[in-house]
T-cell receptor, first 116, second 114 residues
Framework: DAGVIQSPRHEVTEMGQEVTLRCKPI?????LFWYRQTMMRGLELLIY????????DSGMPEDRFSAKMPNASFSTLKIQPSEPRDSAVYFC??????????????FGQGTRLTVV | AQSVAQPEDQVNVAEGNPLTVKCTYS??????LFWYVQYPNRGLQFLLK????DNLVKGSYGFEAEFNKSQTSFHLKKPSALVSDSALYFC????????????WGAGTKLIIKP
């Protein structure tokens, strides 16, 4: 398996523009997580899906952020409009389960977002 | 409240020496414990986990960790450090009663000097 695939790897955009980050989870994984990593706040869980359904989006910072998972092999995280404080590395991760043996999450390589 | 502490921002070790990266946790129930490593400009890579059973867990790249329930610790160890082990290491815990929420430590930067 190719692992979790994220695109783009780097994104530079101007303040006010819409940004869409993409993720393909590992096949067979029922859970998908979006994280944000910054120096100041560390690793933050934004939202997670189970079987394509958003379960908890309490980590989404504002209404400017939205996430979708139209099918088991694709998810997007959208920021509209983007602001400089959104600059961070955004990670997608997936796991087969959240309990029992197959509970570890596997991460993509991340998207480094810079909003200028 | 659930929490994870990695008390050292940075650990410096000479190549060939044993290394330890510390992690302590607080959860209300029994914990699932994880270690991940992050190399520069890369995602987090899973190293090892403790779910139940033997307190000494072996993982990738020669790393191991020991679960100590009385001390609520899960320290990461390696008998002989390599320069290539230099990276950022994260400890994480999940309460068995919480289906998804991983609580992450702040990370420890491990520097192995030749």
């Amino acid at each position: 398996d190719a692992g979790v695939i994220q695109s783009p790897r780097h994104e530079v955009t101007e303040m006010g523009q819409e940004v869409t980050l993409r993720c393909k989870p590992i096949s067979g994984h029922d859970y998908l997580f979006w994280y944000r990593q910054t120096m100041m706040r560390g690793l933050e869980l934004l939202i997670y899906f189970n079987n394509n359904v958003p379960i908890d989006d309490s980590g989404m910072p504002e209404d400017r952020f939205s996430a979708k998972m139209p099918n088991a092999s694709f998810s997007t995280l959208k920021i509209q409009p983007s602001e400089p404080r959104d600059s961070a590395v955004y990670f997608c991760a997936s796991s087969r389960a959240t309990g029992g043996e197959n509970t570890e999450a596997f991460f993509g390589q991340g998207t480094r977002l810079t909003v200028v | 409240a659930q929490s994870v502490a990695q008390p050292e921002d940075q650990v410096n070790v000479a190549e060939g020496n044993p290394l330890t990266v510390k992690c302590t946790y607080s959860v209300s129930g029994n914990p699932y414990l994880f270690w991940y490593v992050q190399y520069p400009n890369r995602g987090l890579q899973f190293l090892l986990k403790y779910i139940t059973g033997d307190n000494l867990v072996k993982g990738s790249y020669g790393f191991e960790a020991e679960f100590n329930k009385s001390q609520t610790s899960f320290h990461l160890k390696k008998p002989s450090a390599l320069v290539s082990d230099s990276a950022l290491y994260f400890c994480a815990v999940r309460d068995m009663n919480s289906y998804y929420q991983l609580i992450w430590g702040a990370g420890t930067k491990l520097i192995i000097k030749p």
